[in-house]
């Protein structure tokens, strides 16, 4: 079992930046892929950006293609996604997720999932 926990999220104003973080713990040993997914009231859960475990290839959803960055550093076993130029609607929860497939988009495709961190971007 994998075990992850984000942190990061909070109120920011639209135009602004946020750093989400997510560590993971358990049986790490394992070469994941890591993945960001957010999920708006009344919507349904969304990719956002993924990378493989060497960091090497990154692929992100269009709508965040641009402003997000997602990165890793396994000696420390954790992923962020820095987000910047945040607009309203990306207000919604964020989950971290592991996955054994290399850089899944696909949500049925992760095999861990974290409880989730609150974003709101006020406009």
């Known amino acids: 079992q994998v075990q992850l926990v984000e942190s990061g999220g909070g109120l920011v104003q639209a135009g602004g930046s946020l750093r989400l973080s997510c560590v993971a713990s358990g049986r790490t040993g394992s070469t994941y892929s890591m993945g960001w997914f957010r999920q708006a009231p009344g919507k349904e859960r969304e990719f956002v950006a993924a990378?493989?475990?060497?960091?090497?290839?990154?692929f992100y959803a269009d709508s965040v293609k641009g402003r997000f960055t997602i990165s890793r550093d396994n000696a420390k076993k954790m992923v962020f996604l820095q987000m910047d130029s945040l607009r309203p609607e990306d207000t919604a929860v964020y989950y971290c997720?592991?996955?054994?497939?290399?850089?899944?988009?696909?949500?049925?495709?992760?095999?861990?999932w974290g409880q989730g961190t609150q974003v709101t971007v006020s406009s």
């Open positions: 990378l493989n475990w060497s960091g090497g290839s990154a």
């Open positions: 997720a592991a996955s054994g497939v290399e850089a899944p988009t696909r949500g049925r495709d992760y095999h861990y």
